[in-house]
């Protein structure tokens, strides 16, 4: 049997995965002290600064065990934190035999320790339990201790105890990883099958895979092929992550470790896919395998028109590092030309809005975000609409489906009312459960129109519940649904960019505070401007920006400079900072507006 252990740490948000991993970095001597800083493995710097953790991480270390001396090759596979990035989760955890599951002792088990647990059992992973943060003088290990035991069944003495920040029980957690988590199984001799569970993109080297070998092995010179869609390649390089990226000669069933082969993007190498050999391929690929999708989409236009093929050209170098950024080319008759992007979620949204911005120096305007419908016409024809502004008009639609999903809380008990009249009442979501997950918290199950948990529904329950919720949430199909497109008109033309499409029951309060909420963001001209949300063929609500007075003109475009703004003049067109529409500016957050207002 191989000295060979495969693990993922699998934890809430901030409960310490990223610590946890430095401290055994650190530990087995695999990064020299000088070079440690905290955070070792958040590379990207949004990750850094946001404290989260995006793409996953893998790292080989060896540590020699005190108990029966013999040296062991450890494989850490970090996970994605935040619900945008799930699939992800699914596709590290396939990849390991066993999961540290890491519990924060100050605030106990949450919505993503409990998603990611159940997923941990899925995929049939030896758990070990892990209470951490121990040193913090609020730390609460007794009521955790019984939350870890109502979720898996591990008695309370069974359970490690640790401060990944100073590094108490580190090392017994290592003895317990060799000791609890199976070798893995697979045969050198046997077919390749390799499964693929990342992939970045480098500059100077192409794609770089990052694979667990099942079966088999593999060695540069290798003809590969994506079992996929049987494209194949020549392996130019096999390595381990040490955390480096570090050369070896091959990689061996039980392995994990990256191939680079010539592929040119990202997605020639999908997530859960599974690399075989292209001359003695394998029947059977890996189970599990599926295509990403956006869940929610939004136009992009240049800060400026003429900006338009700088910004294709970097939206193309993102989807290379990118795999699940989706863009096609659009024009907005009130933005002109741009493109329509598909995202996971919101975070991912703002990652790549913050990219264009830090690396590519691109001012964008980003419209409101929304999710896919499926419409079905008079005429029998189904369509999928990810863009309000190409909603049928109501004459020609049969009906009209949304995207759901399953949504869990967990909440202390007290603040139980508060969330369900948000959920059920504000949300138009269904109560489909609940149950007590330990001690003085309950679990709440909803089924809830996507569209209303991608604006402000996290800050919102945030706030209801002082911090103490937690949310996870999956995709359970579409259903049929109550729909209707709002236009806005302002001073009189429609601007597509700012439609959205509302629940009947919902329609008429959103397209109230919409309006409001542009003539507070659209400034003053020298005549009036009214604002108008259109529905059904009618007027349902309008608002007014009044016209200026000569005397106080010079005040105007004073406000707001926004960073976005002077990225803008960076590009040196700083004049132009509202687009004209008919006869008025419009400034970009009146683009967003819409998410206010959700
Ligand atoms: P995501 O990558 O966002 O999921 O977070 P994470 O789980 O990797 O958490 P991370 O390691 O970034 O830790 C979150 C915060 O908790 C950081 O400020 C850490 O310094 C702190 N922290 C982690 N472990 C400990 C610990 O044992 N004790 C104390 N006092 N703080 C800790």
Redesign the pocket.
Known sequence: MKNVRNIS?I????????????RILEITGAIEPRKMR??YL?SMDI?RE????IKSHPLRVFYKSKKDGQIYEINIV?T???VDFTYEVDRSLAAVEGAIL?V?ATQGVQAQTVANTYKAVEHNLEIIPVI?????PNANITETELEIEDLIGIPGDEIYK?????G?GVEELLEAIIEKIPAPSGKDEDKLKALIFDAKYDKYRGVIVYVRIFDGSVKSGDKIMTFSNKQTYEVVEVGAFTPEMKKVDSLNAGDIGYIIAGMKEVSMAKIGDTITSAKDPTKEPLPGYKEVKPMVYAGMYPGIPEYYEELRKALEKLKLNDSALVFNPDHSPALGFGFRCGFLGLLHMDVVKERLEREFEMAVILTAPNVEYKVVLKNGEELLINDPAKFPSESEIQEVYEPYVKLSIITPPEYLGKLMNLVQNEKRGTMISTENAGFERVVLNFEVPLAEIIFDFFDRMKALSRGYASMDYELIGYRKSDLVKVTILVNKEPVEALSMIAHKDKAYTMARKLVDKLAELIPQHQFEIPIQAKAGGRIIARSTVKALRKDVLAKCYGGDVTRKMKLLEKQKEGKKKLREIGRVSIPQEAFLALLKVG
Not at 11 to 22: C, V, Y
Not at 132 to 136: G, M, P, T, V
Not at 162 to 166: C, D, L, T
């Open positions: 740490i934890a809430h948000i901030d409960h310490g995965k990223t610590t946890l991993s430095d905290a955070q958040d990750e946001r404290g989260i953790t970090d994605p934190g935040h890491l924060d951490n943060k121990i040193d913090l640790i401060s990944a920040k100073e108490t």
